[in-house]
């Protein structure tokens, strides 16, 4: 184990960080209980979270407690830190430009590492066309601006938003997240001109992509009208939804039908970016070309940093100084992000991503010829799912998905559910995890299962 210093026993993050799975104490341990304790007092009770620890190091595929337990990691801080926690080259560009400025306001004295980022983006996003990029700091800011973008563009104000999707926990995107508890619930009144329309999940739906996209864009014609429709907003593959797949086919047809309407096509790739899918975005899986992408989570590898980048034409429709924010692109953030787009396009990481995808599925594959609630296995790359049904109805089990994810976390396994149904359990690993780990955490969840 790396130490920071001889009379330390807190370890060094990043990829020196000794990858071992290691249950010291129970967990909570007591140094972790004590802050925990003190977290009740102080923080909101809003702000929950899932895994009962405080945090003293990460990096390659471990988070490590105050207590020593040292953790495999399958959620990556929610699909952020895919280069791996404390990556080597971010914390070396990271302390680089902390030493050289924090802050300057890009609005009031820009700075050029926010154009390499916004150059970067506007060469990584699919689609051979002029574009442009603005930089924000969260996901849900990101979107809110992606749909400021497309009104001005388009003179209109209806948004479609899809069954399923999530998109922050702003006013706007709470508006065009679908799902109630725990994002909405209480929080109206919601932002007006947003319309929620199916999209497609063949595991439930048991349409074809083309089926699925003739049923959204019927509704949308009747119910809306393209002539009042600024944008359809859908990620690409929805993430907190429940890692839904769409049937081939839904959307490109969306995708054109949006074209011949003159519609911004937005995807939210907030969470799919950055090569989780085993590509750099899921909209290539789909041979999409989205006029406007969001993204932030893997960009910057913890820093916060989103952006909205598409067609020149579209993201220059706003007015100058209509967009911008104090802290957007904020120039450690962009110096983060530039440190983890090198690591994305020169380690390997894409080729990774698939080869993590290739691990997970085949070997929940193999768990599911046993066991029939594992009812549907799906996702790309480091983008894997599994929905947990009763094997006679095909009703979601969320009791059955909670035990399990409650055994993994006692066993130190971070593990995220998701889904509608709260029936889903989702794998986010970082893509510096190495193949032992990752298969061990198979194996507590396996045993999890036996035991549920
Ligand atoms: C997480 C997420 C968001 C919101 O991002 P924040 O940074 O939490 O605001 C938006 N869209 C998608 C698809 C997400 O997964």
Redesign the pocket.
């Known amino acids: 184990m790396t130490l920071i210093d001889e009379t330390s026993t807190i370890p060094a993050g990043g990829p020196t960080l000794e990858q071992v799975r290691r249950v010291v104490t129970d967990l909570p341990g007591p140094r972790s209980a004590a802050i925990l304790a003190r977290k009740a007092e102080a923080v909101a009770a809003g702000v929950a979270h899932s895994m009962p620890v405080s945090v003293v190091a990460a990096g390659g595929g471990v988070v490590v407690d105050a207590d020593g337990n040292s953790l495999i990691d399958l959620g990556s801080g ?2 952020v830190t895919s280069v791996g926690n404390a990556h080597p080259k971010v914390a070396a560009a990271v302390a680089a430009q902390a030493a050289q400025f924090t802050h300057t306001c890009f609005m009031v004295s820009p700075y050029e590492s926010y154009v390499d980022v916004a150059e970067a983006l506007n060469r990584l996003t699919p689609g051979d066309f002029a574009k442009k990029t603005a930089l924000f700091n ?4 990101a ?1 809110e601006n992606a749909i400021k973008i497309a009104r001005k563009h388009t003179g209109r104000q209806a948004v479609v938003a899809f069954d399923h999707g ?5 006013n706007l ?1 709470m508006a065009l997240t679908a799902k109630s508890m725990p994002y909405k619930s209480g929080f109206g009144p919601f932002a007006p001109e947003v319309y929620r329309v199916p999209g497609s999940y063949p595991y439930r739906d048991g349409l074809t992509g083309a089926e699925a996209a003739a049923r959204a864009i019927t509704l949308i014609e009747k119910q809306i009208g393209a002539d009042n429709l600024a944008a359809v907003i859908i ?1 690409p593959i929805q ?2 939804g429940g890692f839904i797949v769409p049937a081939d086919g839904f959307l490109d047809a969306v995708v054109a039908w949006c074209r011949a309407n003159g519609v911004v096509f937005i995807a ?5 970016g950055f090569a989780r899918t085993g590509t750099m975005f899921a909209s290539e899986i789909f041979g999409i070309e989205p006029d406007l992408i ?1 993204t ?2 893997g960009i910057a590898a913890g820093l916060p940093l ?1 952006g909205v980048t598409g067609r020149a034409e579209i993201m220059d429709a706003a007015h100058a100084g209509g967009l911008g924010g104090t802290y957007g692109g904020n120039p450690i953030a962009c110096a983060a992000a530039l440190a983890a787009i090198d690591a994305f396009e020169n380690d390997g990481l894409i080729e990774r991503a698939q080869q993590i995808g290739a691990v997970l599925t085949d070997r929940l594959g193999a768990i599911r010829e046993n066991d029939p609630r594992l009812g549907d296995i799906r996702g790309h790359g480091a983008m894997i799912a599994v929905e947990f049904v009763d094997p006679e109805t095909g009703a979601p089990d969320a009791a059955l998905t909670a035990a399990v994810a409650k055994a993994c976390v006692a066993e130190g396994v971070i593990i995220l559910t998701c889904g509608t149904f709260g029936n889903v359990i989702r794998f986010l690993p970082p893509l510096s995890i190495g193949d032992d780990l990752l298969n061990e955490g198979i194996d507590v969840l396996a045993t999890a299962l036996q035991g549920a």
């Open positions: 929610i699909a969260s996901g849900a800011e979107v999530y998109h922050g926990r702003t995107t990620e993430g907190e939210d790739e907030v969470q799919t969001t932030a989570k989103a």
